[in-house]
């Protein structure tokens, strides 16, 4: 079971974002590695922390982690939360730290000091994906237009930091003489600098080239979920690593169907003479078409639930329901023999409503539908 986020910044769910932004600083200040070397526990709730204050300093993240828990962030493809190493930490969430850290006490250099390994920046893309995609998984291919390093562009030893990525100061404060790192802002931490390049490339020496990238969409995503793919992001002067490519899923409106996590509901309509004597109908599911047989004196407002015709669940437990909505469709204009019919039956005991244990009022089978 996975530590709940809230818990893990020790806040409320109703804190507001600077209560958020400032749980997360003491939390990230109290396990850093460089105030705890060595410490493998202090290590891991560092990372815990990060990870929490990834979605819940995010308002669109939070609001899904509050609607779906963790299963939001989770299951194949690698979704945001999880896997944060500690450059990711230091990239995503430089700007928490402010002047207490990037620049002052504790500086750039992690893991080992001196140079770290740049990153270049994510890129951000959505995908418009139909119920019918969503219930199969699917493979998409988009153009993205990503920074690449161009052919022929060399690098020079940064003159500034002497390729240290950083540089050193003294200096004296009420506390006494503090010796403090920044990142080198002449190369930004990388050691390097373009020395030649291409008239073509831009002044880091990249090359904005459009690139196909197929994205493997699991089956089960949920609208707003922003999926990884590692690598497909701008690259990285030098020789940094690449940033990522993040997906934003968007789930199209169905004409039919309408979804409710992984169930889906559908509208049907049968005439008074197909309540009465039975009938069969095509219902549209996300898998194909099929055959269902409304018995004779079929109520309005039952319910028929097809088992597994819904969505399959994002962490793979199981599949969704398709729950059929029975609606009785009364006539609105009636010819002069049907009106006779109808004023015949009037007192017909037939026609008398008797509803029975079987024709559950309205809101036993909502609690049913829920249990
Ligand atoms: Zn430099």
């Not at 904005?208 to 995503?221: D, H, R």
Request: glycine content about 14%.
């Amino acid at each position: 079971m996975k530590e709940d986020y809230y818990e893990i910044l020790e806040i409320s769910k109703s804190a507001t974002a600077a209560e958020v932004k400032k749980a997360y600083r003491k939390k990230a200040i109290k396990h850093h590695p460089d105030k705890n070397p060595g410490d493998h526990e202090a290590e891991a709730k560092f990372k815990k922390a990060a990870e929490a204050y990834e979605v819940l300093g995010d308002p669109n993240k939070r609001s899904r982690y509050d609607q779906y828990g963790h299963q939001a962030f989770e299951g194949g493809g690698g979704f945001g939360g999880g896997g944060m190493n500690m450059d990711d930490i230091f990239s995503q969430f430089g700007d928490i730290f402010g002047s207490g850290f990037g620049g002052g006490g504790f500086g750039g250099g992690f893991g080992g000091g001196g140079r770290r390994t740049v990153k270049g920046s994510n890129l951000r893309i959505r995908v418009q994906l139909s119920l019918e995609e969503i219930a199969t998984g699917v493979e998409k291919k988009i153009k993205v237009k990503r920074k690449k390093l161009a052919k022929g562009t060399t690098y020079k030893t940064c003159s500034t930091c002497n390729g240290q990525g950083q540089v050193t100061r003294i200096q004296n404060t009420i506390l006494g003489r503090m010796q403090t790192s920044a990142t080198c802002s002449a190369c930004g931490g990388l050691g390097q600098v373009v020395d030649s390049k291409p008239p073509n490339a831009d002044a880091e020496g990249m090359l904005l080239t459009e690139e196909t990238v197929s994205i493997k969409i699991p089956a089960g995503v949920v609208d707003g979920m922003q999926l990884k793919v590692s690598g497909k992001g701008n690259d990285a002067p030098g020789d940094g690593i690449p940033g990522d490519l993040l997906v934003a899923i968007e789930e199209k409106p169905h004409d039919r169907l309408q979804r409710e996590g992984d169930n889906l509901h559908y509208d049907l309509y049968i005439s008074i003479s197909d309540a009465v004597l039975g009938t069969s109908k095509e219902i549209e599911t996300v898998t194909g078409k099929v055959r269902i047989k409304i018995d004779a004196g079929a109520q309005s407002g039952k319910i028929l639930r097809l088992r597994n015709k819904g969505i399959p669940s994002i962490n793979g437990y199981g599949t969704g329901d398709l729950l059929v909505h029975v609606n009785v469709w009364t006539p609105k204009s009636l010819s002069k023999e049907q009106k006779e019919f109808f004023e015949r039956m009037s007192d017909d005991e037939h026609f008398e409503p008797k509803p029975e244990k079987e024709d559950k009022s309205f809101f036993e089978k909502v609690k049913d539908m829920f249990s």
